[in-house]
């Protein structure tokens, strides 16, 4: 039996007999009942007039089935096989809108793809559209942009086609499409509309796909703990694993989730800007150009790299970033505390408009003709950003009182997952020692659960998980800056919490200085 | 705490505090925990984007809640409590749709009022008007006449504030309220398109009320047996007593339901026509000018009667048809076949366009200025009706081993259960002598069953009644054919199932011949 948010199931309802019960409605119900389970069956009201001529034309039909929360809605009911029924996983970030257009019949993924979020129009950052949709026409104005992006985009498959949306998005990303007021989500204290969303109708949501199509969206945890996170933990089972794992999603913000089958614990904070590029004046978004990976050859003082699609750089990526200065650390280019040592490389750090900076390429080898450099003033604020993900984690290992020794694994997701080189994260102390052989890259695991949540439609699942999410306010945890003092260092001021990181130091500047 | 449809409950949502779970809806929810049980409450979508700026207003709100099957809806959140908020209780009758407009805050009706149904514009009576809606235009035509004719009346009120509406129809004025196909209903093997109609919007039926408003509508259990019979059950509340009790509803049909707490056995039968009046040249529906009641003095010979309105007679109802026949029976003018007897009162019984006639009234008494009489023929007829409806209590009793004698209670429901003389029923042999004592006259049951459903809203009663109900399709019953032939005389064949009337009929002409 086909799972899935939508299910075509042919039926053959009993003919009518004398002297019996025998609606229509009621004989197709009947004929179902091994499908609905514990679901009641609610038939479309635009099928109610049709269902006596439908039933008698053909023996077997097939019927449409959309799953909900505690309904089962049958909302057409086929007289042959139709060839395609779709549905799409959209998982709105600030920055990308990815979609999975995905055949149900099939059970196929047929289109993968992503395109900007118009948003960025308003500014690259969150918190600057809050702002900007504080006034209502301001709000629809986001709503109204991302709607018409999301249905030009879905224009190119067979609309009519579409029966069952699966979305998620962070709680802002959320409050916009649904065109709810952020007002309350940006003052104390922090009060999103709503947790969990019902199940929508297409019209509702204002998508321009068939008319009887369902619109699900992932409930939201927290302000700073938004839908594509629960897809995230909804696609990773973390709620379902026995041993403890870290679920790290880092794009514009840094959101953890520790937990298992019995608690998942979550946090997130304002750590992403830097970890994503965002604070770096050569900083760009992963795009066509972006140096997403390098290597420092400081013999030859040279940096290999490889720019998205191949083209000459236009700037690095945050995953890159921190790979250089992981590299630059590593070589003693720079301090524990963050410092640009010119003594060490003078060909390299330099000062510009009075502040010291690291050149990386010149601007005979960029694509727009400027050098690429980072500056002393980043380095600092990006130890800001990796020192509150350490201790983050440390903060959520210390609440249930384990050790990063106990974890099992750091799942580490979002696009920034994609990228990152785990090692020079480790060797700059933005995640424990323990993460180099436990960390799992899962891409854009929010995606992949907005799909596999059209392909299992597992309501269940996903209310255990939000209704297991004990949530930490990090604005009320004075822990937390206590914590992040020491994390503030590379890799931290305590070294003996990073072994393996003294011994690359003492190995790599034993080796350069020979 | 306030029962009903309609919930106007006072909420007082907790304040939102930093670093905890403090969604707007959320808390919304939890305040209202104690009322919603273990029913989901729904938050209508037009409130969602309203609901952070109205929670902020005031600190006690007033919601407005609407009972479902397994939601409660919240569609309105006041800031300060409503002046009105109404309900409207419909029973669309064949012959007249009954309003009662109810007050759900003061818990009291407004307003109680019934018109004719426009249908009756196509037809008295239902089969002309089912073989009529066989075509979709004409079935479109029955649905937006009637719907027309309800809106009409409720504009009178102020509809802005009319939540909720509770409709009960039979199977077929049903149907045609829902624009439902009845091409099905009227061959073999009668099918309705559906039972149980899920709770509508009231745009999903164009009733021109408060968009937001729920309309209920009562289940139907048989293609003879609708939601005017679950309503009249309901008011009755047959299935909650521990004694045996008929349900006896003679309208245009004859619908009857035998039971108790622990089984209902239910029956209809085209009884009706008769019984109504409708099948008497002179018979008239319940309207101004119907002689309603009327009593023979044999020995003066002359005919004391009352009209509706006390006017000049224009016709007679069925009940009033019924006492005559019984008087003329006691008097010993009839035969128990039926057959008028010229020579026991020759004044009045002659013969008109050759055939038998016994004559009521001359044309000078009336406001037509033409004779009111009674047809041999048409008595006939009639017999055949009371027939149907005494062999339908005998096959009812008959299925389950009971005798008349061990029945509680006789509920006599419909228009016809407003006026009908018991005595004159048992003496025709329309109801067992059991009923002299034991029938309890309920009025428009329906209409206030439906009523009952405004102020309880009980689903799981009507649940349980329909899951409850057997219902006997007449049509496959030949034991029926074999009842009816001894039933067909005046009282019956077997005269001593009626010792009293056996009695009266000594009496009576004992004393006449003196």
């Known amino acids: ?11 053959k309802p009993e003919k009518p007999l004398l002297g019996k019960s025998n609606f229509d409605a009621e004989r197709l ?20 007039a049709k269902l006596p001529y439908i039933l008698r034309r053909r023996e077997t039909l097939y019927a449409l089935l959309q799953e909900g929360e505690r309904e089962i809605y049958l909302v057409e009911l086929f007289e042959v096989l139709p060839l395609q029924i779709l549905g799409c996983a959209i998982d ?24 900007y979020n118009p948003q960025i129009e308003i500014g ?17 104005f986001l709503r109204r942009k991302t709607l018409d992006a999301i249905n030009r985009e879905l224009s190119r498959f067979p609309t009519g086609s579409i029966y069952y949306l699966s979305i998620c998005g962070n709680t802002a990303m959320t409050h916009f499409l649904l065109g709810l007021p952020v007002n309350f989500l940006i003052v104390e204290p922090y009060v999103p509309v709503m947790k969990w969303i019902p199940l929508l109708k297409a019209e509702e949501v204002e998508v321009e796909i ?18 594509d ?39 997130a904070g304002a750590a992403g800007p830097a970890l994503e590029g965002g604070i770096f004046e050569c900083g760009v978004r992963a795009m066509p150009g972006a140096i997403e990976s390098c290597k420092w050859d400081p013999e030859s003082a040279t940096i290999h790299y490889r720019t998205i699609g191949g083209l000459k750089p236009v700037g690095f990526c945050g995953s890159a970033a921190i790979s250089l200065i992981a590299e630059a650390f590593l070589h003693g280019f720079i301090s524990p505390e963050g410092k ?26 960029t694509a727009h003709g400027r050098p690429l450099y980072i500056k002393e003033g980043e380095i600092r604020s990006f130890l800001r950003s990796k020192g509150t993900m350490y201790t983050i984690l440390s903060l ?41 052989n436990r960390a799992v890259s899962l891409g854009n695991s929010a995606g992949k659960g907005a799909l596999k949540f059209l392909r299992k439609a597992s309501f269940e699942d996903i209310k255990s998980i939000i209704d297991t999410i004990t949530y930490i306010e990090l604005n009320v945890e004075k822990r937390l800056m206590e914590l992040l003092t020491g994390a503030l260092l590379i890799p931290h001021i305590d070294l003996d919490r990073f072994p393996w990181v003294k011994k690359q130091i003492e190995e790599k500047r034993r080796c350069f200085r020979r």
């Open 229 to 267: 996170l629960i897809a995230g933990l909804y696609e990773v089972e973390l709620n379902q694993k026995d041993g403890f794992s870290f679920y790290l999603d880092v794009g514009t913000n840094a959101e953890v989730v520790l937990g298992n089958r019995d608690f998942l614990l979550a946090c």
């Open 29 to 48: 119900i009947t004929s179902l009942h091994s499908i609905t389970h514990k679901k009641t069956l609610i038939i479309d009201r635009s099928l109610w």
């Open 396 to 436: 959520l290992c210390e609440k249930v009182g384990l050790s990063f020794e106990e974890i099992d694994f750091f799942y580490v997701a979002g696009s920034f997952g994609n990228h990152i080189d785990i090692r020079s994260a480790v060797i700059l102390g933005m995640l424990p020692e323990e993460a180099l």
């Open 1 to 11: 039996m086909m799972e899935g948010a939508v299910k075509i199931v042919p039926v």
């Open 124 to 140: 690259d950052d969150i918190l600057t559209r809050l702002h900007f949709a504080r006034k209502e026409e301001n709000l629809q």
């Open 340 to 365: 640009l040592l010119p003594q060490t490389l003078p060909e390299r750090i330099t000062t510009l408009d009075g502040e010291r900076v690291l050149f990386l390429l010149p601007k005979e080898a």
């Open 92 to 115: 709105i970030g600030s920055t990308t809108i990815a979609f999975y257009v995905y055949d149900f019949l099939h059970d196929r993924v047929l289109e993968e793809f992503s395109i």
């Open 210 to 227: 068939n008319p009887l199509a369902k619109v699900f969206f992932f409930p939201l945890a927290g302000t700073y703990f938004g839908g």
